[in-house]
């Protein structure tokens, strides 16, 4: 199957510091790429869809100018996560879909990271 | 916002018994899908049903679909300690490009 991969796995930064978190889709063209954060023991909340040369739309509730996502590529998209706070810590996962409507995503690892 | 709500949010079971597990969703939907997570790893896809179908298998997996009730079901037969994992199911919200995912149950299979 397709393979989404996602870096870094995991990072700990001191507050006030970027993070960028990349996903590459490694054999397959991903048309959407779909940010998700996830804390413990919760579902997924979807925080931005990003199509590739758009701009991402993001979901009501999440800043755009602290989480930062280009999709420049059909293969690759990046979240950045600016001026980190401990409130940020959580567990961010990309997944990707190719040109056909509501097919199935394929997932990055996820990055898991912890604001000091 | 979630769309889905799944229960139990818990099941734990031992190794053979069959494991199910229940979604519901709350607009119309094009498909629903589900998916695995082991702990702190990505999601892998299991299985996608379309809203004009009721029945799907794969493997040791069946899912079914009401559109009327707007409900999945998830079964696991004979369930494997291989098949502790949190499973989620997720809808397209009536076709709009994203997909929201339910609240999830976590399965634990003992030896």
């Known amino acids: 199957g397709a393979v989404v991969s996602q870096h870094p796995s995991w990072v700990i930064c001191k507050s006030g510091t970027s993070v960028k978190i990349e996903c590459r889709s490694l054999d397959f063209q991903a048309t959407t790429m779909f940010w998700y954060r996830q804390f413990p023991k919760q579902s997924l909340m979807l925080m931005a869809t990003s199509n590739e040369g758009s701009k991402a739309t993001y979901e009501q509730g999440v800043e755009k100018d602290k989480f930062l996502i280009n999709h420049a590529s059909l293969t690759l998209s990046t979240l950045t996560v600016t001026s980190a706070h401990p409130e940020d810590s959580s567990f961010y996962i990309c997944s990707g879909r190719g040109r056909a409507l509501n097919e199935k995503l394929f997932f990055g690892s996820g990055t898991q990271l912890s604001v000091l | 916002s979630q769309q889905g709500e799944e229960d139990p949010q818990a099941l734990s079971i031992q190794e053979g018994e069959n494991a199910t597990m229940n979604c519901s969703y709350k607009?119309?939907?094009?498909?629903l899908q589900w998916y695995r997570q082991n702990s702190g790893r990505g999601l892998v896809h299991l299985i996608l049903?379309?809203?004009?179908?009721r029945e799907k298998h794969s493997g040791r997996l069946r899912v079914t679909l009401d559109t009327s009730k707007k409900s999945s079901s998830l079964l696991i037969t004979a369930s494997r300690a291989a098949d502790t994992a949190s499973y989620f199911c997720a809808t397209d919200a009536g076709g709009y490009n994203k997909l929201i995912f339910g609240a999830g149950t976590r399965l634990a299979v003992h030896p």
């Open positions: 607009t119309s939907i094009n498909n």
């Open positions: 049903i379309r809203s004009n179908e």
